[in-house]
């Protein structure tokens, strides 16, 4: 098992690291092709309930919309659509068929994906600073961790 590790070597507010955004298992473009996009700006957010990727990464991939959900966000309760995709990370995980969010309010991030709390909970995330160093884990399956 490879786990997803990243050492900042500095004190960070945000956990940023890369990954694939990939269309899903079975689908394909005209030519037949798994279209992608290598994204570096993958913020991990333990306060989205749901994964959320930009209406550019849509545009890209030419996803279609699988449906909608009703969701809470600065601006209130919007419904935007819900896409399937494959999630990518550079240790060899994959998430295949993860539906994730993507709509106009998404346009503006500072990032180009929310890790959200759907992917967080498949393993274990660990976030620790030592010496004002900030080191980031993610490790699925879940071995469970216990905190002395």
């Excluded at 079975?26 to 990727?53: H, L, S």
């Excluded at 759907?118 to 004002?132: A, E, P, W, Y």
Aim: net charge negative; glycine share 8%; with cysteine.
């Amino acid at each position: 098992m490879s786990i997803l590790k990243k050492n900042f070597g500095s004190r960070e507010d945000a956990i940023i690291t890369d990954c694939f955004v990939v269309m899903p298992d079975g689908v394909t473009d005209a030519d037949g092709n798994r279209r992608y996009c290598k994204i570096e700006n993958a913020a991990w957010d333990t306060g989205a309930t749901n994964t959320v990727i930009t209406p550019e990464i849509v545009t890209a991939l030419g996803l279609k919309p699988s449906g909608k959900q009703a969701v809470s966000t600065l601006n209130g309760i919007i419904d935007v659509n819900t896409y399937l995709i494959d999630l990518c990370f550079e240790n060899g995980y994959k998430i295949a068929n993860l539906r994730v969010l993507s709509g106009d309010d998404y346009s503006e991030f500072d990032y180009d994906v929310l890790v959200g709390m759907d992917v967080i909970t498949k393993g274990d995330f660990v976030v620790s600073t030592v010496n004002n160093e900030t080191t980031f884990s993610f490790r699925m399956p879940a071995k469970g961790i216990t905190i002395e």
